[in-house]
C-alpha cells in the first residue's frame, strides 16, 4: 500500500519540479515594438515623416538599458527636423511602456519602404545584448502627385455609394420628427376646448 502512494508523490513532486522550472525559465523580459508612419503635406509642397515607435515588455521582469535604434531612414531621402532615429533608456519595467517620436521631412520623391526599428536590451541573468523587432511600417508614397479632388465629383461617388442608406436614414428620422412632434392644428383645437 506505501508503494502507491510513493509512485503518487514522485509524480507530484515531478510535475511541480516541471511547473516550477517553466516559470523559471519565463521570468524575462518579453519586448514588442510597434512602428508607425504617416505623411502629412505642408503648404510650401513639401511632405513631413511622422514616425513614433512604441516598446512594450510583455514580459515578467525588468529590461534594462533598453535603446531604440531606427536606421532605414537614408540621408538622402530625408531630414532629421525634430527628435532623433534613436533613444535610450534605463529601463522597461514588466508591463511598462515606452514611447519615441520624430519627424521627418522628404528631399527625394517616389515609394519608400521602411525596415523595422531594432531594439537592444539587457537581462541580468545573460551577459549578451538582447535583440528584438519592430514591426515595419506600410510602404510610404513619399511626394506623390495627387490630383486635386474636385468636391462635386466626390459628392457624386459618395451619393452612388451611400446613396440609398442615406434615404432609408432621412425617412426614418422624418418619421421619428413627426411622431414626436405636436400638430399644431391638434394643439389649437386642445386649446380652445379647454377654454
Avoid: C
Avoid at 29 to 54: D, M, W
Avoid at 68 to 95: I, Q
Avoid at 119 to 134: E, G
Amino acid at each position: 500500500m506505501a508503494n502507491p502512494i510513493s509512485k503518487s508523490l514522485l509524480s507530484v513532486l515531478i510535475a511541480l519540479f516541471l511547473i516550477s522550472s517553466t516559470l523559471a525559465i519565463s521570468d524575462v523580459p518579453f519586448i514588442v515594438a510597434h512602428k508607425k508612419a504617416s505623411l502629412k503635406r505642408l503648404k510650401s509642397g513639401a511632405e513631413r515623416v511622422s514616425v513614433s515607435v512604441n516598446i512594450y515588455n510583455q514580459g515578467s521582469s525588468t529590461a534594462y538599458d533598453v535603446s531604440l535604434t531606427d536606421d532605414s531612414w537614408s540621408k538622402d531621402v530625408f531630414d532629421v527636423v525634430n527628435g532623433n532615429v534613436s533613444k535610450s533608456w534605463e529601463r522597461l519595467d514588466a508591463g511598462g511602456i515606452l514611447s519615441h517620436t520624430y519627424e521627418l521631412e522628404a528631399k527625394v520623391q517616389g515609394m519608400f519602404y521602411g525596415a523595422p526599428a531594432v531594439i537592444s536590451f539587457r537581462i541580468p541573468t545573460k551577459a549578451a545584448l538582447q535583440v528584438a523587432y519592430s514591426t515595419p511600417i506600410l510602404p510610404l508614397d513619399i511626394l506623390a502627385e495627387k490630383p486635386a479632388e474636385n468636391k462635386v465629383e466626390l459628392a457624386k461617388r459618395l451619393l452612388a455609394k451611400y446613396g440609398s442608406q442615406i434615404s432609408v436614414i432621412s425617412i426614418v428620422v422624418l418619421f421619428v420628427y413627426l411622431l414626436t412632434s405636436p400638430s399644431k392644428s391638434g394643439a389649437t383645437k386642445g386649446s380652445k376646448k379647454r377654454r
